[in-house]
T-cell receptor, first 114, second 114 residues
Framework: KAGVTQTPRYLIKTRGQQVTLSCSPI?????VSWYQQTPGQGLQFLFE???????NKGNFPGRFSGRQFSNSRSEMNVSTLELGDSALYLC?????????????FGPGTRLTVT | QKEVEQNSGPLSVPEGAIASLNCTYS??????FFWYRQYSGKSPELIMS????GDKEDGRFTAQLNKASQYVSLLIRDSQPSDSATYLC??????????????FGSGTRLSIRP
């Protein structure tokens, strides 16, 4: 079974631009979560989608948004990029339900904002 | 505020010895716990999940959960250099909750010395 895939793997953007990251979960997984990971802050929860609905959102500004499609693929968008948005963005999928915590991470998208 | 705490390390263990990684959590409602391994520059990988008090063994790994003491540990027997990584502890609510209810610790860096 194929793992979680994320595109692109690396991205360099300038301040003020916007970016869209894509995630394809493991087949059969309906829950997709997004995380931001930085050396100083660790793994920070952004949001979770389940069956095309956002179930929860972390403490991030409204510039961060996401969506999930009917095939469970998900995208996240960051508008008006800031230097502090430079990070590794990780997508994780899970079966959901009682196995929600067993998450499988994609390789991540490393975003650099200059 | 619900927290999962880990010693950041680095924890240095000789090859062939037992590595012991510890984690405490603040929320008594947490009943699902997970250990992830993250190699430098890579994404986290789920290695163990534990839901009940006691020990759970999988190969060289043993997860231990003590809900009364709010304590989770991971033992790695016969440590190998390939076990050198950061280990993330995560805990959250039971049952049909979402991945957003899972809180990650900041990780313990483990180094296995030859």
């Amino acid at each position: 079974k194929a793992g979680v895939t994320q595109t692109p793997r690396y991205l360099i953007k300038t301040r003020g631009q916007q970016v869209t990251l894509s995630c394809s979960p493991i087949s059969g997984h309906r829950s997709v979560s997004w995380y931001q990971q930085t050396p100083g802050q660790g793994l920070q929860f952004l949001f979770e989608y389940f069956s095309e609905t956002q179930r929860n959102k972390g403490n991030f500004p409204g510039r961060f948004s996401g969506r999930q499609f009917s095939n469970s693929r998900s995208e996240m968008n960051v508008s008006t990029l800031e230097l502090g948005d430079s990070a590794l963005y990780l997508c994780a999928s899970s079966l959901g339900g009682g196995r929600s915590g067993e998450q499988y991470f994609g390789p991540g998208t490393r975003l650099t904002v200059t | 505020q619900k927290e999962v705490e880990q010693n950041s390390g680095p924890l240095s263990v000789p090859e062939g010895a037992i590595a012991s990684l510890n984690c405490t959590y603040s929320d008594r409602g947490s009943q699902s716990f997970f250990w992830y391994r993250q190699y430098s520059g890579k994404s986290p990988e789920l290695i163990m999940s534990i839901y009940s008090n006691g020990d759970k063994e999988d190969g060289r790994f043993t997860a231990q959960l003590n809900k009364a003491s709010q304590y989770v540990s991971l033992l790695i027997r016969d440590s190998q250099p390939s076990d050198s990584a950061t280990y993330l502890c995560a805990g959250g609510e039971p049952g049909y909750s979402s991945a957003s209810k899972i809180i990650f610790g900041s990780g313990t860096r483990l180094s296995i010395r030859p």
